[in-house]
């Protein structure tokens, strides 16, 4: 979570550099996390319309 922190960070501190090195950590952590909550999501929808 620290990753996707740190990429919200870089828009709005101005104490951290904007480069790939700082910004694909949190963005693959986001490319992750996504699937993940919306399988979770999808199958809470499926036992809701049981």
């Known amino acids: 979570m620290s990753h996707v922190l740190e990429l919200g960070r870089q828009s709005t501190v101005s104490g ?3 480069s ?3 910004t694909w950590p949190g963005l693959a ?3 992750g996390l996504v699937p993940f909550f919306g399988a979770l999501a999808l199958v809470g929808l499926w036992c809701m319309g049981r």
Do not use: N
Request: proline share 0%; hydrophobic share 65%; charged share 10%.
């Open 16 to 18: 951290i550099d904007l």
């Open 20 to 22: 790939l090195a700082h």
């Open 29 to 31: 952590s986001i490319a």
